[in-house]
């Protein structure tokens, strides 16, 4: 029961990681143009760095619905980057 309990963890952080640098993102584009955009970006980074380096830990342990479910959760926030990098 232990390892179930390790999946659902770590599935759980790595939920919590994703929301928060969505969260961040919309920071950060409602920061666009204003004088703390470069404050909101730095934030975000490190809300993503987080969150991937979540994700990787818990595609690891993670069941075949969580495994699906981490797989969008990187597909978007590799979205968010790529947005960012095309507007820069």
Not at 12 to 36: C, H, L, V
Not at 63 to 80: A, G, M, R
């Amino acid at each position: 029961m232990p390892y179930h309990k390790d999946k659902q963890q770590a599935f759980q952080a790595a939920q919590q990681g994703f929301e928060q640098a969505i969260d961040a993102n919309q920071e950060r584009m409602t920061s666009i143009g204003k004088e703390e955009y470069g404050k909101e970006l730095a934030h975000l980074t490190q809300e993503m760095n987080e969150a991937f380096a979540q994700i990787d830990k818990a595609l690891e342990v993670a069941s075949e619905h969580q495994f699906d479910q981490l797989k969008q959760y990187q597909n978007d926030l590799q979205s968010i980057m790529k947005d960012i990098q095309t507007n820069q």
